[in-house]
Every structure is written in structure tokens, then in C-alpha cells.
């Protein structure tokens, strides 16, 4: 059931999660999520295997503060874990919006958000305009880090 | 079947049932045997151990005139005796018995590759009868056991292992570090799982230890120095000024006449004491002592004098000196204990910080009638009773942070503090947070069953952090329920820790001491983990208690008896033999230049230029080899681990295939041990290597190294234990001296010096042995045929040169 998530992260610690709960218990997207919780996240990766847990929307809740790795027992790198499962999840399409959203805005202007209006109210402030974002050079970076399979651009 | 000169082997291939016949295929090796020099009979059988397979053997021997024998099984350190005791009720000398180790080194590190299992077992055979061919009888020597013991620690287990050797009419020392006996256990209000109250049944045997005519009690006591062998220690114990005579009656007119104050050990620090104290109720001895470090006359001079005026029988002596005690012992028992474990580090968890957060160990003192609190469980930061506690399971245990075994008590210990409070205070709520509730004992798990029954809430999941109020010194945990897969906050009047034990802080003092090993957690090491679970590798020396590994009270109890038993077998008997292992100087070759004299560890050769000669004390040398090698005439060699025994291993494992073979040269005590004990994980290796088995690795001689290569082994291993941890007095730095200069010599003749490693594998360290093999089979496989080829040329060529040169 862990072949798969190997391939991504070839780490044998994963075994030896004890499922106590002290990543959880530090992580301050549970705070805000309640859903979500690293433990579980690692308890689907050992017993329902990779394809299950790219699946759930909830591994893109980790904010990849290492709080739950400082504390956990085990010295499990959770957040690389997260990391690998969110890039193995992108793979597959499990995205949400609103980040390949951003992703597509900033293969297309460089940017994540939309600055037109930012640059009025730079200009009312006597700022100078943004510069020019190094579009090419991002969409180098989107396209060796494979994200170019995720998005279209 | 070839004869030679005589030599008629008996060879015998153990199926082990299917733990050898399961992967190598025995009838084939016996019958491969059968063809090699010297060999008379070959066989196979199911278990040869058995007593059908020992009769066998002393059948052959009878009926076939078999003058050596080679039994192909499991490791010499578990069946070696067994087996030379079959070829001695034969009437054949028991030294003439030669083991392949076809299982621990064989079947079960190649489990999935059954012909090359089988053909390993067959250069193993090979290996064991080019040995047998050139062993000898041997005799071993007899030397007398003091019937006196010394005991370091005075715990549960050390006063238990005293009593029993000084009831069975032994002198015993009884060496505690500190100012009584009792250990953690007269820490302790309750014990699980019967809820006695623990000093009330230890102190009858502390004050029997007191007046036990046997028993002479050294508290304040450190062993410093430790030398001989079984049978005949030579100890230096340090026995530390008391400052307070015998005459003391403990009445405590002294203690409020003292200025100075010190956090109370035996309180874990939750009280104050003086400098001049008693360090509780119930010590053995009842005596009173000055802690030097707080007196005020610590500089020497008397400054200060009201506790000496405030005593009536004026027993306050600050011209007492430290004494030093030269003990002789013929057995020891080491029953060091353990430290609990200081959860500081854990920061999430605010011990340390937040004065309500508190130790288990702490818990019972305050609970105890006699601790700080008077029995009263109260907050630190108020005094107030808590309503709310929480027990957090698992602290400083099972963690690759801190400790990462069980500490194997401290479950039933928080089931038995909760049970206390509720006991004391039944409107307490109590909630324990644990991963898993171990409650494996006799009784156990009826206690835990009660906790329960008395409402105490067990919640899985750890807090991953506990925030503290400022004002009111609450505590927060939060965390997740993982049954319920529900995030939890709750608040707590007050948090214990339940942490681990570890070994206790001077352990490896007492291990370079005794040359112990001790496993990758830090406790010592048995001899076997299963038939010898009390005895050392050290012969002689015993351990009980916790300092073997975490165990509780009745564990410890039970061990502290076997320990003492073992070592009553020895006095009551009186006598040992000694294996014939030792060096010896062939006076003819010997030049006097005494270069052995100054690598033996233990000052066994003596002799001087003047004299003209060197000789080996027998009664001291160990056998370790060191000073083998060092010889450049060749006029020492060492009793059953000879020079051409050795060559002979080397020549059978060499014969085919050398460029493919790793060779390797592995210590008895930890490195052959370590590969016995990948066997016995089943860890799977490279099955290229070969093992040939020294006493210590400083018997390695570089000449075998050189031999080996010119003969075109691939790669060749030398390993030891590690470098604290050598059995023989550090004579392994002997080890890595040599290894380095053949590397020197190996980069000047432009050699790949990769190609001989050196290796410190412990006893516990089977994954590190299969890892070290693993790397070394990577790097031969880089090799050419004809980068081997040519080394061994211009090793060939300087080897000649160098003897044309003598
Ligand atoms: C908080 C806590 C609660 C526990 N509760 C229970 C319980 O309810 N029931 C139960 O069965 N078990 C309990 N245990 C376990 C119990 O304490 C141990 O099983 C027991 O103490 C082991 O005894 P010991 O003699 O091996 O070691 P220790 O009690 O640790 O004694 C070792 C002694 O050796 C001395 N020493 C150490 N090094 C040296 C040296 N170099 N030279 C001379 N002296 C030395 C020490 O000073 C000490 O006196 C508890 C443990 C803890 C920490
Ligand atoms: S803290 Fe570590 S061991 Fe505990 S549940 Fe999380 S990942 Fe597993
Ligand atoms: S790294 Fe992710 S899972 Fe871990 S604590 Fe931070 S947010 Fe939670
Ligand atoms: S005994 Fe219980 S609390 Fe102690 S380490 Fe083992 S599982 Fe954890
Ligand atoms: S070096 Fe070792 S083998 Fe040689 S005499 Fe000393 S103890 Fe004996």
C-alpha cells in the first residue's frame, strides 16, 4: 500500500508513526481546519495507500510550518511528506481552485493576483508602478518543476 | 576422505530442522565434506544438538577412531560447550572440536537464495576442517574462586543480590554511592500492582543489610579501579568522608543548628534540607553526614562549628578523610539502577516553566506521608489541591528525541497514582493520555481495569502542547482524541509527566571498569538474552535490576536472586578453569626486545634485555592475541587461535572465487556477536563474505591482511568492538593501528585501500554489520579481475623482497 507513496518519498520511518497525536496536537491548521490533522493524513498513507490519500482535498491544508516534525517522537519529516503528497495530488488534478487558479495567473502575468488595480492606488499614493514580472524566466521555473502538467498556459 | 598424517575428521551438518535444512541443502554440503583432506566420516542430521545427535557423535568417535571433530550449526557462542562436553565424555579433548556457524552467519542471512546458502556452507565446512586439522589438545588450568563478592549499587536488587550470597555464608561488600541503601524503590509511596506501601517492605531488608554480619555496607562509595579476572578481582573502592561517626543515634539536634541549606535529593528537590542531614527516615545506616560541598568548612578550616556543639554525643568528625579500600573479590554483581528521565527538553510541554507541570517521580513524593507535602497533593504554584489532573504517558520514552525503548513501568505506575488520588480525593478528575496502556504483568491488568472502574478517563492521543494561564496556573492541553478523531482543549489544575528511566548517569563508568557491553539503549548487555539472561560477557560478573534493562520491583527481585546465585555457584565450588587461550614465547626465536611486554594489556609478559627473555604469566595473560602480531621474529603465538590454524581458515575461504569474497576477521565478544545477531533479526546480506573468528581483533595479524590479497580476495574486513567498549582493556587500539599502517602501505603502492575496512560493531549492532557488508560488496563490485590481479603482484613482490631481505 506504501509502494506508491515511496516512489514520491522513500523514507521506511513512515512505519514507525506511533499515532500519538502530538503532530496534530501542535498544528496550527487544525486550529483553523478541525478536519484536518497530520496523523490522520499519515495513518491513510499506511493503511489506505498513495491513491487514496491524493485523493483528499485535505492535504493542501498544511501550511508546511514543521511545528508537528519538531515535536513528533519519531522524527518523521511530516511536511516533506505533505510536500510529496501535494505534488503527487497536483499530478493528478486533486487542485483546488483557487490555487491552480493562481498558479495560471502567475504562468500568464507573472503574478498570483491581479495587480491592474494595485497600481492605481500605488499611483494615488505617488508610487511608481509595479515592474514588469520576469514572465519567461516563471514559466522556466513552472515548466522544469513539472507544474506545466497541471495548469495550462 | 583423504588421509593426512593421521588427522581422521569427523564432520557433522546440522539441518537445525528447517532453520539450516530450510535453506541450505545439508546432504549436499556432507557430502562435499567428505572429499576434503583429513576428513574421515561426513553426515548430516536433523539436530544434531539433540541427545540421538550427540550420541552419534561420541558413537563416531569410539567406533571411527575420530580425532577431531567439526560440528556445522549454529553459532560457537551458543553450542560450543555443548559440544565439546559430547567430544570429552568420548574421551577426546574438547579443544579438538571445530563449529562452522552455517546458520547465524549462513541459512538465515541468505534466506531467499538457496545455492548460494549452500555453497557459503560448504567454504564454512572447509574453513572448519583446514582448522581441525591443526588443532591441539589442550589443558586448561584451574584457578580458585575468593569466596567473597562485591555488590555496586544498593537498590531493591543490589540489597536482594547481598542478602542472598551473605545468607549463604559469603563475605559481601555492599558499594552505594550515596549517603543510604534503598534506590528509587524507597522513592516510592505504593508499589503496583499489590498498592504496598513500598518503604514498609523495603526497610526490614535494608536494616537486615545493616546488621547482616556478612554484609559490610559501603555507602559514599565509588569502585574506582577494577583489575584481575574471575575468580580474583583486585578492587579500589573510594569510601567518602561521612563527617559523622558510627556513634550517632540520629536524634537530629544537629539539623536546625545548620546554617546551610540544599534542594533535598531524595524530595526530588521539592523541599529543602541542611548540610548536615540523614537522607530519610528510614537510611541504612541510620547515620546523619555533612554534605561537604554546602559545609561551611569546606576550605579545610573549621568556620563554622554549630551543628558539632548541638550534638550531645559530639559524633561530628570535619577531620575525617576519604579512604581508599583494596577489596579482593572472586565475583561481582553490578546492580547500578536507573535515572528517571528529565523532560526539560520537551519545551512544548513547559516542565521547567510552568510550576504545575511535575514528574511522576515528584508525584510520589508529594504523596508520600513523609515527602514535602505531608502526603497532602498539592499545585506547586498555589497549594492548592487540584481538581483536574492529567497524566501524560510516555514521556522520554519510545521517542527517537529521547529514549526510544518502553521504559516498561511507567504505565502501571500512572494507573497506581491515579488509583492514590482516588483513593485519597474520589472527586478528583483524572484523565491519562497515553498511545498505548501496557499492562502486560501478573495483575496488571486488574489494576487497570479498577482505574477505570473508578471513573478515571483514559484519552488516546498525546497533547502536542500544553499552554499555561499566567494568573491562575492552569493548564491547557491540546491535542486529539484518535479514537474519536476529534481535536480536544482541556484545561488541567495540574499536569504529571509519566517519564521513563534510563540508565543510571555513571553506567559507562562502570562499564569501561568491568569491560561490560552494554546495547544500543545504553543498558548492560547479557551474555544471552536468553540462557545466560544474569550472566556478563565478563567472567565473573553479574548484573541485577534495572540496570540490565527497565523492569520493576518483583523483575528486579527475581534477577537480583539469579544474579546472586550464579555468582554462589562460582564461591561455593571455589574453583574456575581457565580456557587454553593464552600466548606463549617460543624461547628460541624470541630476540628479548620486548615489544609484546608493552601492548599486552594486562602486564601478563615479563622478562627484560638484561635477562635476555620474555615470558607470558599465564595466570594473567587473557587471550586476547594483541601481542601476537607485534612480534617481527615470530616467537609468540596464542594457544587454539595459532598462526597456521589461522592460515588455514584463510586458505579454505580463498580457495575458489577469491576476487568475488570479502574476508573477514571478527572479534568474539562484539563483532562476531553482532553478526550473529543480524542472524538472529534475519537481516539479509551479501553472501560473499566469510567470517573467521578471533578472541579479540587485535589478534589479527597485518600478515593475514597481506595473505589475503596476495591470494586475491576482493575485500577483507576487520572488526572489533567498539573502541570504549574492548573486551580486553582497549587492546583494540592495537587493532586500528595496525589497520592504519597497512592502509599506508596500501596508498604507497598505489592500492585501493578501500578494500580494507575497519569496523566497530558492537554485539547489538546486526543491521550496522549487514550495512558495513552491504557497502563493502558496492565497492568490490567497482573492481576489476585485473585491479585485484595486479595488487596482488606488487604485494607478492615487496613480500619477497622483504624476506630475501632477512
Ligand atoms: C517514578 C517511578 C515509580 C515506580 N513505581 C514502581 C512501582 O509502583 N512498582 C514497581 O514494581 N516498580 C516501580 N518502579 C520501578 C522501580 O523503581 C525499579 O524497578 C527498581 O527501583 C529497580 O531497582 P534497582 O535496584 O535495579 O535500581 P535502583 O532502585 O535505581 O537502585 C540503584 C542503586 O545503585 C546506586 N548506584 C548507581 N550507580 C552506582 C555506582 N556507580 N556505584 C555505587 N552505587 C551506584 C544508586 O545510588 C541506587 O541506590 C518505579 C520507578 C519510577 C521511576
Ligand atoms: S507525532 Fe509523529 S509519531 Fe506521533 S502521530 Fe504524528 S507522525 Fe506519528
Ligand atoms: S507542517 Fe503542516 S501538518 Fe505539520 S503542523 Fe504545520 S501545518 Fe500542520
Ligand atoms: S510503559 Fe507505558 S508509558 Fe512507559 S514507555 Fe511503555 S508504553 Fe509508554
Ligand atoms: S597481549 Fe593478550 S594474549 Fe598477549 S600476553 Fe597479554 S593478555 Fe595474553
Known amino acids: ?153 | 576422505m583423504a588421509d593426512l598424517n593421521g588427522i581422521r575428521i569427523g564432520v557433522y551438518v546440522c539441518h537445525c530442522g528447517k532453520n539450516i535444512g530450510g535453506t541450505v541443502r545439508c546432504d549436499e554440503v556432507a557430502e562435499y565434506a567428505r572429499q576434503l583432506p583429513g576428513v574421515a566420516l561426513a553426515t548430516d542430521s536433523l539436530y544434531t544438538c539433540s541427545e540421538p545427535g550427540q550420541e552419534q557423535i561420541k558413537h563416531d568417535i569410539r567406533e571411527h577412531q575420530l580425532n577431531r571433530v567439526v560440528v556445522a550449526s549454529c553459532t560457537p557462542r551458543l553450542h560450543e560447550p555443548t559440544f565439546r562436553a559430547a567430544c570429552e565424555s568420548a574421551g577426546l579433548n574438547p579443544y579438538l572440536l571445530e563449529m562452522a556457524n552455517i546458520r547465524e552467519h549462513c541459512s538465515w542471512v541468505h534466506l531467499h537464495d538457496k545455492d548460494a546458502a549452500t555453497e557459503k556452507a560448504k567454504d564454512l565446512v572447509a574453513m572448519a576442517v583446514g582448522r581441525a586439522a591443526k588443532l591441539m589438545p589442550q589443558f586448561e588450568v584451574t584457578v580458585p574462586v575468593a569466596r567473597k563478592a562485591m555488590v555496586i549499587g544498593g537498590g531493591v536488587a543490589g540489597i536482594q543480590a547481598a542478602l542472598d550470597m551473605a545468607d549463604a555464608g559469603y563475605q559481601v561488600y555492599l558499594v552505594e554511592r550515596t549517603g543510604s541503601i534503598g534506590g528509587r524503590m524507597a522513592q516510592i509511596d505504593k508499589t503496583f500492582p499489590t498498592m504496598d506501601c513500598s518503604i514498609c517492605i523495603l526497610a526490614p531488608k535494608m536494616s537486615e543489610v545493616g546488621r547482616h554480619p556478612n554484609i559490610e555496607l559501603l555507602t559514599l562509595s565509588e569502585v574506582q579501579e577494577v583489575q584481575g579476572h574471575i575468580g580474583n578481582f583486585k578492587v579500589k573502592v573510594l569510601k567518602k568522608a561521612r563527617y559523622v561517626t558510627k556513634e550517632c543515634t540520629a536524634c537530629g539536634d544537629c539539623i536546625k543548628a545548620s546554617p546551610q541549606h540544599a534542594p533535598d535529593e531524595f524530595n526530588a528537590g521539592l523541599s529543602i534540607r541542611r548540610a548536615i542531614y540523614i537522607p530519610f527516615a528510614q537510611a541504612v545506616p541510620s547515620t546523619f553526614l555533612v554534605d561537604m560541598d554546602r559545609c561551611l568548612n569546606n576550605s579545610g578550616i573549621v568556620a563554622c562549628d554549630r551543628c558539632f556543639q548541638a550534638c550531645s554525643h559530639k559524633c561530628i568528625d570535619f577531620a575525617a578523610n576519604d579512604e581508599v579500600l583494596d577489596l579482593d573479590v572472586g565475583t561481582i554483581v553490578v546492580a547500578t539502577g536507573v535515572d528517571v528521565y528529565d523532560p526539560t527538553a520537551l519545551t512544548e510541554l513547559g516542565y521547567g516553566k510552568f510550576p504545575n507541570v511535575i514528574t511522576t517521580l515528584e508525584f510520589e513524593r508529594l504523596i508520600n506521608a513523609g515527602g514535602p507535602s505531608g502526603g497532602e497533593l498539592i499545585r506547586p504554584s498555589d497549594r492548592r489541591r487540584p481538581q483536574r489532573v492529567a497524566f501524560l504517558q510516555c514521556i522520554g520514552s519510545r521517542s527517537k528525541r529521547s529514549n526510544p525503548y518502553c521504559s516498561n513501568v511507567c504505565c502501571m505506575n500512572t494507573v497506581k497514582d491515579a488509583l492514590l488520588i482516588k483513593e485519597h480525593w474520589p472527586d478528583t478528575e483524572i484523565y491519562v493520555f497515553y498511545i498505548d496502556i501496557r499492562a502486560f504483568g501478573k495483575g496488571f491488568e486488574d489494576l487497570f481495569q479498577r482505574a477505570r472502574r473508578e471513573g478515571v478517563t483514559f484519552v488516546r492521543g498525546i497533547p502536542g502542547e500544553i499552554i499555561e494561564d499566567i494568573k491562575t496556573g492552569d493548564l491547557t492541553l491540546l491535542g486529539e482524541n484518535t479514537l474519536l478523531g476529534k481535536h480536544y482543549r482541556h484545561r488541567m489544575d495540574m499536569v504529571i509527566l509519566s517519564v521513563g528511566i534510563k540508565p543510571h548517569k555513571d553506567a559507562d563508568k562502570i562499564q569501561r571498569l568491568l569491560n561490560l557491553a552494554t546495547d544500543t539503549d545504553g543498558f548492560y548487555m547479557e551474555a544471552h538474552p536468553k540462557l545466560r539472561p544474569v550472566d556478563t560477557t565478563t567472567g565473573g560478573v553479574f548484573l541485577a535490576g534495572a540496570a540490565e534493562g527497565p523492569k520493576d520491583i518483583k523483575d528486579s527481585v527475581t534477577q537480583a536472586s539469579a544474579a546472586a546465585s550464579r555468582a554462589n555457584i562460582l564461591m561455593s565450588r571455589g574453583e574456575v578453569k581457565i580456557p587454553a587461550i593464552t600466548s606463549r614465547i617460543d624461547p628460541k626465536k624470541c630476540t628479548a626486545c620486548g615489544l609484546c611486554a608493552r601492548v599486552c594489556p594486562y602486564h601478563a609478559i615479563e622478562g627484560s634485555k638484561e635477562q635476555g627473555f620474555y615470558r607470558v604469566i599465564e595466570a594473567a595473560c587473557q587471550g586476547c592475541g594483541a601481542c601476537v602480531p607485534e612480534c617481527r621474529f615470530g616467537a609468540l603465538d596464542q594457544t587454539h587461535f595459532t598462526e597456521d590454524q589461522i592460515v588455514s581458515q584463510i586458505n579454505a575461504a580463498l580457495a575458489s572465487d577469491p576476487h568475488d569474497k570479502i574476508l573477514a576477521f571478527a572479534c568474539n565478544w562484539c563483532s562476531y556477536a553482532g553478526a550473529d545477531f543480524a542472524g538472529v533479526s534475519r537481516i539479509q546480506y551479501p553472501h560473499n563474505v566469510r567470517i573467521i573468528r578471533t578472541m579479540c581483533s587485535a589478534r589479527v595479524s597485518p600478515s593475514w591482511i597481506e595473505k589475503a590479497f596476495i591470494m586475491g580476495a576482493g575485500a577483507v574486513l576487520v572488526s572489533g568492538c567498539h573502541p570504549a567498549d574492548c573486551h580486553y582493556n582497549n587492546a583494540n587500539q592495537n587493532t586500528a593501528r595496525r589497520v592504519e599502517r597497512f592502509w599506508k602501505r596500501m596508498e604507497k603502492q598505489g592500492i585501493n585501500k578501500d578494500r580494507l575496512r575497519l569496523a566497530w560493531v558492537s554485539a547489538a549492532e546486526g543491521a550496522q554489520f549487514a550495512k558495513v557488508i552491504k557497502e563493502m560488496e558496492a565497492g568490490l563490485k567497482k573492481l576489476t579481475s585485473q585491479q585485484i590481479q595486479e595488487a596482488a603482484e606488487k604485494l607478492q613482490k615487496s613480500l619477497t623482497k622483504k624476506s630475501e631481505a632477512t
Not at chain 1, 491548521?29 to 495513518?43: C, F
Not at chain 1, 491544508?61 to 497536483?90: F, G, Y
Request: hydrophobic letters at 35%; proline letters at 7%.
Open chain 1, 1 to 153: 500500500m506504501t509502494i506508491k507513496i515511496w516512489k514520491h518519498f522513500p523514507r521506511e520511518d513512515l512505519y514507525e508513526c506511533y499515532q500519538c497525536a502530538r503532530c496534530t496536537g501542535s498544528c496550527p491548521a487544525m486550529e483553523v481546519a478541525p478536519a484536518y490533522g497530520p496523523r490522520e493524513t499519515i495513518l491513510k498513507c499506511l493503511n489506505l495507500g498513495h491513491d487514496k490519500v491524493v485523493e483528499d482535498e485535505k492535504v493542501w491544508l498544511c501550511c508546511t510550518c514543521n511545528v508537528c516534525e519538531d515535536r513528533c517522537p519519531q522524527k518523521i519529516p511530516i511536511s516533506d511528506l505533505l510536500v510529496a503528497l501535494r505534488n503527487s495530488a497536483a499530478r493528478r488534478g486533486n487542485i483546488p481552485t483557487r490555487l491552480s487558479m493562481a498558479l495560471e495567473l502567475l504562468a500568464k502575468t507573472g503574478r498570483s493576483m491581479i495587480v491592474h488595480q494595485l497600481d492605481e492606488m500605488r499611483a494615488h499614493h505617488g508610487l511608481s508602478p509595479l515592474p514588469a514580472a520576469p514572465v519567461e524566466e516563471l514559466r522556466d521555473i513552472l515548466k522544469k518543476t513539472g507544474r506545466d502538467e497541471v495548469i495550462e498556459f
